[in-house]
């Protein structure tokens, strides 16, 4: 039986998604002996950019004409595309200016130098095309990858929580940083998988998995403005990485 054949992506991001998986050091050999890498331009110069792929792993987010191109045309040659990562599934922290006028933007940073940029306000993968299945993480866990991939070998879907990392506190049995007056934490809003990592180093989450499916955005952010935060800080706050649902909450104008 022939190995599937594998394209590994990044579109605009920090490319820590692919960097997670060269990490993969222990198991890289493995990896290689079940894959076919055709294409994978951060760990290889010789890349074959045309052959059909069975499976493609794409990072980061749309952000130029160039990227939306480039996806589109992943998508036509593979039979499975993932996004990997938190910018690929939800647009990442570039997603946060996506209700500004980004023409405005562009002359504040590039001044008149602006306008000749290819750039566009932050997509996910799922706006511009198909999108199989994704794996969540800022950058996306190395143990997660591992177990997507010997899932996906098997013919499965992979396993991705569905649950909010405070059911990872509870686990560990972590103090619950909520219950400091002044903790901001949003975990109860945050998908698990990276096994509470910050909160039990004492740390809030930020909420850089993404979304837990049935998070309840509107009881988050009355929590956070009970406390004393402006609602639009509070808002702000809760789409560093992702975009809320629409008709979730809404900020007050001019906030």
Known sequence: MSKPR???FGL????GDQLAILNCEDELLQI?????????LMA?????????LDLALVEGSVLSERDEEKLKEIRRRSDLLVALGTCAMHGGVPIMDRDHDRDALLRVIYGDMGSVYDT????????????DMGLPGCPIEKEEFLQAIGHLLHGDAPLIPTYAVCTECKMKENRCLLTDPNGFCIG?????????RCPSLGIGCVGCRGPAPDANWASAVELFVERGLPRG??????????RMPAGAVTAPQGV
């Open 6 to 8: 594998v394209g590994i």
């Open 12 to 15: 605009t991001g920090c490319a």
């Open 32 to 40: 290689v002996e079940l894959l076919d890498i055709r294409d994978f």
């Open 44 to 52: 290889s110069s010789a890349n074959d950019e045309e052959s059909r």
């Open 120 to 131: 566009q306000s932050a997509r996910p993968l799922h706006e511009v095309v198909h999108v």
């Open 188 to 196: 109860p809003v945050t998908v698990a998988g990276c096994d509470a």
């Open 233 to 242: 800080v509070v808002i702000r706050k809760l789409q560093t990485f992702a």
